[in-house]
């Protein structure tokens, strides 16, 4: 696209579960920093939301703190001649209560990942989720791009949306996790809607030659299984 690279190497994303405060460390931007000699960074998982966390100690990119946070770190990979995008992420199911501050994790329809996750004291199943209203899906879009604009403040090269490996746009994209009857459900051409609409709201951020998607079509990561 649009962002030139020194070279064809690509750091692929890593959580690392460093930030406590949901917010990165001084220890990320060295973390970051020591790696900029790559052509291009894509940073860990980072939630659009609070409700968008699966994990403990995830970073988010959707507050003041958080964007200054982040503009630490790019400050840092841009001063060693490299560049930085953030993957965008909301893991919908896979997710629990103790991780979004009560709240009840969301997804394309009420069925269970089955699956773990890390709460800051161990693993533990994931919660059934609640299945998205259209006004659920609406205000996800607006988090995409308000994530999208913090990303942009936070002085990153273009960002990566997360649509693999089981979380909420692969959710929405596979027949066994997405089971329903209304526009985003049934057919291939619904079930793509939630993804085409998110790459949508985040290029009416960037534009389009500074936006990437993650997919991953084969993966049965997060119990997602394979599409009829």
Not at 118 to 127: C, L, Q, S, V, Y
Request: charged residues 20%; hydrophobic residues 40%.
């Amino acid at each position: 696209g649009a962002i030139e690279i020194a070279n064809r190497l690509v750091m692929a994303p890593l959580t690392r579960n460093r930030a406590p405060e949901r917010v990165p460390t001084e220890l990320m931007v060295e973390y970051y920093r020591q790696r900029a000699s790559a052509g291009l960074i894509v940073t860990e998982g980072t939630q659009i939301s609070p409700v968008a966390q699966g994990y403990a100690w995830t970073p988010g990119i959707y507050s003041d703190e958080q964007v200054a946070g982040w503009r630490k770190v790019t400050e840092a990979v841009h001063a060693e001649g490299g560049k930085i995008v953030p993957q965008l992420w909301h893991v919908g199911r896979v997710s629990h209560p103790t991780i979004i501050d009560g709240a009840t994790p969301v997804a394309p329809s009420a069925l269970s990942a089955a699956a773990k996750t890390f709460d800051g004291t161990g693993f533990t199943e994931t919660a059934l989720p609640r299945a998205m209203t259209e006004e659920d899906i609406a205000q996800t879009l607006a988090d995409y791009a308000h994530a999208a604009t913090c990303a942009k403040e936070a002085g990153f090269d273009g960002v990566e949306i997360h649509g693999a490996n089981g979380y909420l746009i692969d959710q929405f994209l596979r027949d066994t996790s997405n089971q329903r009857s209304d526009g985003y459900g049934g057919s291939i051409a619904n079930r793509v809607r939630f993804l085409t609409e998110v790459v949508d709201a985040v290029v009416g951020v960037w534009g389009p030659g500074r936006v990437g998607i993650r997919l991953s079509p084969f993966s049965n990561a997060n119990n997602i299984g394979i599409d009829s």
